[in-house]
Every structure is written in C-alpha cells, then in structure tokens.
C-alpha cells in the first residue's frame, strides 16, 4: 500500500485510484451505474459493460469522457457483454487491456436479474431458476474467474461481487435469487483465500432495497411502503448510498479487508 510518510497514513489524494482501470459490468443499471460514476471521480479509467442497453453506457463514457481533461486516451469505453457467456467475459477483459494499453486492477460485477414475478420456490419455474443462476451465480463466477487471472498482481488488484442482503433476509419469493446470491458470497470467500500472494482481494457488497429498475419491477405501491415501513431509516436506499462503499473497497486503504460481505442495507437485514 502506498504511505505518505512514517506515520503510516494512507495516501490523501481525492484520486485514490488515478491510473486504475475498473471494469463494471451491468453499468447500464441502476447500482452499477452508479460506481461507474464514482470510481470514474476517484480517477479511475472505466470500462462500462452492458447486456442490452448500449445507450445508458454509451451516454455514461460520454459524460466521463467530456470532463476529462486527457485527449490521448478515452477515460471510458462502453463494451456489450453477457456475463453468462465465457468468450463474451474473456473479450470484455480482452477489450479493456487493448484500449488502456494496461491489465485492469478493479473488477465490480454489478450484473444481476431478479424474478418480477416474486414466485414462492414452489411456484418457480425451471427456465427462471436456470436464468438467475445463469447471470447472477455463473456470471460472476465467469467475471471472477477471469478477473483472478488477469488483474494486477502485486497491490490494487480488487475483485467486488454485488450481492445481495437478502441472502439474510431470506423473504418469500426471493428462493431462486436469494440463493444465486448465496452461491456468489461462497465463491467470493473461496476465492479470497485461494488468491493469496497475488496482492489481490476479493470481497461482496450486500445492498438491501435500492431504488433502482431492479426494485420496482412488479411490485406495487403497496409493497413498496411496506419495505419502506421495515427500513429502519424509514427510505429506501439510492444508489448513492452503495456506490462509496464499492469505492472504498476499490482503493488500497481497504486492503485489509478480504472475504468479506459488507450489507449496505440500512439496518433492514
Ligand atoms: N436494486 C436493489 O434493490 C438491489 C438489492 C440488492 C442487490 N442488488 C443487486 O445489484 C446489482 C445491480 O442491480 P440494479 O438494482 O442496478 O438493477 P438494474 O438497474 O436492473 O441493472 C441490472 C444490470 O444487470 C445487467 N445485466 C442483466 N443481465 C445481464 C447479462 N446476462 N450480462 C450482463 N449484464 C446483464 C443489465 O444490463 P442491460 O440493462 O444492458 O441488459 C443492467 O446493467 C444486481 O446484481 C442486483 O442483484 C440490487
């Protein structure tokens, strides 16, 4: 970890990861647009990956690139990629080490589905279980796995899995998700320790309910005061509330954490 001086304090600049190039996937949503946003203000480089909507990415490497102030070299580039694809994954990591001329230090897999339909396991059908796993359990499985062979090695190298605190919530007619997520959380812990000597760590972070797309899908006005009434804080959550703790674990001061799931939750789990 870089130290300013004896006294062994972390580095004070405000562009903790200048130079860093971090790929985001789902970055066309709600979450993951968001630590775009941020880790693109801590100075990183940024690669934006998106399954279908090329134009939420497209507008964000935009907006990145008009307020940097480098000509030479793009601030972000914006990449389609389905996570549950391994040539697809393998090309993203490809992409962004040819465009910033540099292995990337930060993978943040934000791509996730959900079940609109909130069936009980009972209810859930075999093509909806397989497509959850699919993305969310086999998708981070694909970004992990390729972002343990290819990042930094040496100190800066963060692998952060987007989770979820429903794996403690554990509500009705989250069974399929709940559980893609648990697996995830497994992996995540696995592979932390099987990454020793690489300087590399790897870590999930747990939102609660986020006012995002995700969260409103299917559910009623109903139901959304209902999760509103069993938020402690008494709101949802936005996605400014998730994004700083991804910066946080992106950067050297969070080097001693690792293996961890940090729940970002408001107190509702
Ligand atoms: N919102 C919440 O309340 C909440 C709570 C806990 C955890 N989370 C987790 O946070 C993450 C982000 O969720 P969000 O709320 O930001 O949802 P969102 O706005 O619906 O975004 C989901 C993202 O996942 C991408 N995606 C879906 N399928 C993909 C695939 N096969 N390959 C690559 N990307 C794919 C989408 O890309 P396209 O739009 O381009 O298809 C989109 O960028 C998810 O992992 C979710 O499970 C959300």
């Given at each position: ?102 292995q990337p230090h ?45 990042l930094v090695r040496g100190g800066g190298g ?112």
């Open positions: 970890m870089a130290l300013d001086n004896a006294n062994a304090t972390p580095s004070s600049s405000s562009l903790l990861l200048e130079n860093r190039v971090a790929i985001v996937t789902g970055a066309s949503g709600g979450i993951g647009g968001a630590i775009a946003r941020h880790l693109a203000s801590l100075g990183a480089k940024l690669v934006l990956s998106y399954s279908s909507n090329s134009t939420q990415t497209d507008l964000l490497a935009t907006e990145l690139n008009n307020s940097s102030s480098s000509s030479s070299q793009p601030k972000a580039i914006s990449i389609k990629a389905n996570v549950s694809d391994p040539d697809q994954v393998k090309s993203l990591f490809d992409h962004a080490e040819k465009v910033f001329n540099s930060i993978l943040v897999n934000s791509a996730g589905v959900l079940d609109p339909k909130y069936p009980t396991i009972s209810n859930t059908k075999i093509e909806d279980f397989d497509h959850i796993f699919n993305i969310n359990a086999k998708g981070a499985f694909l970004c992990a796995r390729e972002a343990a062979n290819r963060r692998i952060i899995l987007i989770s979820s605190s429903m794996v403690g919530g554990l509500k009705p007619g989250f069974g399929a998700y709940a559980a893609s997520k648990a697996a995830v959380e497994t992996m995540m812990r696995i592979l932390a320790k099987e990454l020793k000597g690489t300087g590399i760590t790897a870590n999930c972070v747990a939102p609660g309910p986020i006012a995002t797309d995700m969260f409103y899908a299917g559910k009623g006005e109903e139901q959304i005061k209902n999760v509103i009434a069993e938020c402690p804080l008494s709101r949802l959550g936005e996605t400014k509330d998730v994004a700083p703790v991804v910066g946080f674990l992106a950067g050297d001061a969070s080097e001693w954490v690792n293996g961890q799931v940090i729940r970002v939750n408001g107190g509702y789990v």
